[in-house]
């Protein structure tokens, strides 16, 4: 089974299943048994749900002569912060796995129970850092996971759990999370495609919100193809969620591997943002740098034209995006959150810490410093709901709508099809060594900016620095283009090739530190 397994793609699974040479029961087991291999050593699954595997499984191999969905057979993990009913839900936070007040997901989040209409057999829950608020993956709730190509390193976070999984073969995809880069950046970290839909598109309905008006959901795979069909799947308007409303009017049509062409690169004009050069927040290495230049020529051979120009998206555009100010609606995020989707002993932050004696946390009360940070201001931010609050406009809807102008302007005055640049503006640190004396706190990323306006972006894997770690290559574009943009990640992917699989060790590396 390892050689028909290892790295194998959907349509040829589902190959496997029609000529009955694999049951989804024997390729369930052979998942499951990666994940006892090297999941002590990786740590990138937090809860191995062998018992509900087991029984989705053996009912679809009842079921094989009957219709098949989109991901029938298809085994999958689902990040730490979204609701799986019976299992954990702990959003990478020991608060939530005290013994006796487990938070256990009363009901399924929306995409995962659209996952499992499909035909996915859920492995698990991939573990994450506490409440996604970091750029690498350390969970109070169950340690550090280490990034697939070498452990040492980090996988980047806060979906740093999924891509270890996804990319070493414990699954064959997964979902992440995405409030200021969690999809791509660990994506470009592990050699696989990371999709971040236009927000609307998929549902966070279910999801614990980090802030929820920049929180987003996608599929990460270990190529395109797979990436398209999980996000068709995924798709759909959701009453929990209004973003989601009128989506399906707005989005392209499906399936969205009809814009999957070997050609879709061809003629079509790229721009990369000025202040990726300039953004003090995360200012690009030399060896990432270096990367990013090799892939522009891979673009150009493949038939793009790309634009490099101090006009396009320079800092300023930056300035004006980061006045988008969620921080006065993240506890309304998280109440709606708990009173939905908590379990039975609590559904609000005062009956947690009454069931508790535990105080809810600075990521769930919005006293958040700012996204990726897990230290509280000490001044907190006035908190309130988005739906009542006269100040929504001008704190909220007017620097947005400001902000997404700017920048499709830029897309108009260079007449470009999309966004190019890095997923990650350094390569993955070595988290045995301290970073300026501190502590490591993961590869870090300016690509915030696009969950500040809505629109879509993918990460496809584009290549090795020099010491074996991968480089991820981020496209987007215009709102509502998700097809279009995983046309132009797939001719990508295809022509270069770029994903190799990790070598995995099952002994010999130090422990991973807690």
């Known amino acids: 089974m390892d050689a028909a397994l290892m790295e194998i793609d959907i349509a040829h699974l589902q190959a496997l299943y029609a000529a009955h040479r694999y049951t989804v029961t024997e390729v369930t087991r052979w998942y499951m048994g990666r994940i006892a291999r090297y999941n002590r050593i990786y740590r990138s699954v937090q809860t191995v749900d062998v018992k509900g595997a087991l029984a989705t499984a053996r009912r679809e191999d009842q079921q094989r002569d009957t219709a098949r969905g989109a991901l029938w057979g298809v085994p999958i993990v689902i990040k730490a912060n979204t609701a799986v009913e019976g299992l954990p839900d702990t959003d990478g936070w020991a608060g939530f796995a005290i013994p006796g007040h487990e938070f256990i997901a009363p009901r399924d989040a929306t995409v995962v129970a659209r996952l499992r209409a499909a035909g996915a057999v859920v492995l698990g829950i ?263 609050d006269p100040q929504a406009e001008s704190n909220y809807f007017a620097p947005q709508r400001a902000s997404l102008a700017q920048y499709l302007e830029a897309f108009d005055r260079f007449h470009l099809d999309g966004l190019v640049y890095p997923s990650a503006q350094m390569p993955p640190p070595d988290e045995t060594m301290g970073q300026d004396g501190e502590l490591s706190s993961g590869p870090h990323s300016a690509t915030g900016f696009i969950n500040r306006i809505g629109v879509p972006a993918v990460v496809v894997p584009a290549g090795f620095y020099p010491d074996g770690l991968p480089f991820g290559l981020e496209f987007s574009a215009r709102p509502w283009k998700d097809g279009d943009l995983l046309g132009w990640a797939y001719a990508f992917e295809q022509t270069t090739h770029a994903r190799r699989p990790p070598v995995l060790i099952e002994s010999g590396a130090l422990p991973i530190a807690r």
């Open 126 to 388: 991939s573990n994450m850092p506490d409440f996604a608020a970091s750029d690498t993956n350390r969970s109070t709730a169950f340690g550090r996971t280490g990034n697939a190509y070498d452990v040492r390193f980090s996988p980047g976070g806060s979906s740093g759990g999924t891509v270890t999984t996804v990319t070493s073969n414990e699954a064959m995809l997964g979902t992440g999370t995405d409030t200021a880069n969690s999809i791509r950046m660990p994506s470009g970290t592990s050699s696989v495609v990371g999709v971040l839909p236009t927000r609307g598109l998929t549902s966070i309905g279910g999801i614990a919100p980090l802030d929820w008006l920049r929180d987003n959901t996608g599929p990460i795979a270990r190529n395109v193809t797979d990436a398209a069909i999980a996000l068709g799947v995924m798709a759909g308007e959701d009453p929990l969620d209004f973003s989601t409303a009128g989506a399906t009017q707005k989005a392209q049509p499906g399936p969205y591997t009809r814009y999957l062409n070997l050609d879709a690169l061809k003629s079509k004009r790229f721009g990369v943002p000025a202040f990726f050069f300039t953004d003090s927040y995360a200012v690009m290495r030399p060896e990432t740098r270096a990367m990013l230049m090799r892939a522009l020529t891979q673009l150009r051979a493949a038939g793009a034209e790309v634009i490099l120009d101090d006009a396009l998206l320079p800092q300023s555009f930056m300035d004006q995006n980061r006045k988008v100010n969620t921080l006065p609606y993240r506890k309304d995020g998280a109440d709606q959150w708990l009173a939905v989707f908590g379990p039975a002993e609590y559904h609000t932050g005062a009956e947690y810490t009454a069931a508790t004696g535990v105080a809810m946390p600075a990521a769930l009360v919005g006293t958040l410093a700012s996204t990726g940070a897990l230290v509280a201001t000490s001044i907190p931010t006035p908190q309130a709901r988005l739906r009542d």
